[in-house]
């Protein structure tokens, strides 16, 4: 019933002790919580190479711990690998162009931004293989496993109690790829962190970000403070090439949260009448929240780049910033449609 519907029914209430003590105590020596993580359980610690001596290619992966079985699951959860694969470029990159804008070496910072642009849309090229990888026709097969008891109001109106821990029930996030550290990443280099407007959105947005390894969050923090201190915005916007290039980098987060959008869209919107993420954030509203705000970004550095530097930029790179600027305007204008749509269908 609750299928043909699209809906969920209600969860257990308790997990037993033999379950919830030991999950406890080894959560607690690794830092995490006593639940299903996007890292340390569902994507990135739950894979093999097939063959140990051929790198981390989609197509030597496989999966340790399996839910549904389907090879939509296996898609699924090997694209996000094959995407984390890239990230120590990003990492290096971010370094590298962090150290130069401290040091005022602007020949280093624009070919380096230039590296992170090529690493990003990397990334996004995999990300675009999750469509024939994983369909979306599948995806409510599995989801039900990842869903998380915070914010799931239909399914587990009082949380879980953890029997043996305590009698207070707990509430936890389900694994979700917004857990992922790549955009983050990318949005505190930017400074777009700070840009985040100042609603329940947000609020989710910093809360998904406290459930990943401790290392993860202890880059995000050191990135967001560094960037902040030289002034990675400000360094950019003195000079046409990066600035050119800024803008560029933007655009890459721009393409990955529009394609997250359009899967939101595609693989669950179009398919349940449930309302909620599998981590408990609102459908509709949850990533248009973040994509807006890059996107407004965009059309501001674009205005500022066109006004302040006009004419001293290469044909090819003026061609493409033209286009970047008028897809964001375009895509602003499409979204507004898009949460108008999905937030009368889903009642939100």
């Known amino acids: 019933m609750n299928r043909k519907k699209g809906t969920y029914g209600l969860g257990r209430n308790t997990l037993p002790k033999q379950i919830a003590v030991p999950l406890d105590q080894i959560a607690t020596k690794i830092n995490a919580r006593p639940f299903m993580e996007y890292a340390q359980s569902y994507a990135l610690y739950n894979y093999k190479r097939k063959d140990p001596s051929k790198p981390l290619d989609y197509d030597n992966l496989e999966i340790i711990r399996k839910f549904s079985g389907l090879e939509s699951e296996h898609g699924f959860i090997c694209i996000h690998v094959a995407m984390v694969r890239h990230t120590p470029k990003l990492i290096e990159g971010i370094i590298t162009a962090l150290e130069a804008a401290k040091t005022q070496d602007r020949r280093t910072f624009n070919t380096t931004m230039q590296l992170l642009v090529s690493t990003m849309n990397t990334i996004n090229g995999v990300m675009e293989e999750m469509w024939s990888k994983s369909s979306p026709a599948d995806y409510m097969k599995f989801r039900t496993f990842i869903m998380g008891t915070k914010d799931q109001t239909e399914m587990f109106p009082n949380g879980v109690i953890y029997e043996g821990l305590d009698r207070n029930a707990r509430q936890y996030r389900g694994e979700s790829g917004a857990n992922d550290s790549i955009i983050p990443t990318c949005d505190n280099f930017l400074q777009l962190t700070s840009n985040m407007p100042d609603n329940p959105m947000t609020i989710i947005l910093k809360d998904f970000r406290s459930y990943r390894p401790i290392n993860h969050n202890q ?7 560094s960037s902040q ?20 980098l933007l655009d890459q987060v721009r393409d990955f949260r529009h394609r997250h959008w359009n899967f939101g869209k595609e693989y669950i919107m179009k398919r349940t009448a449930y309302p909620k993420a599998t981590g408990g954030s609102p459908m509709a509203t949850w990533l248009p929240n973040q994509l807006r705000v890059v996107l407004k970004k965009i059309e501001d550095k674009s205005s500022i780049l066109f006004s302040k530097f006009g004419g001293e930029l290469n044909s090819t790179l003026d061609v493409e910033l033209h286009k970047i600027q008028e897809r964001a305007q375009a895509q602003r204008r499409l979204l507004d449609k898009d949460v108008d749509y999905f937030k009368a269908k889903l009642n939100q």
């Open 219 to 225: 880059w995000l923090q050191w990135v967001d403070k």
């Open 229 to 248: 201190e030289v002034g990675v915005e400000a360094f950019s916007e003195q000079d046409a090439e990066s600035l050119a290039w800024y803008i560029s």
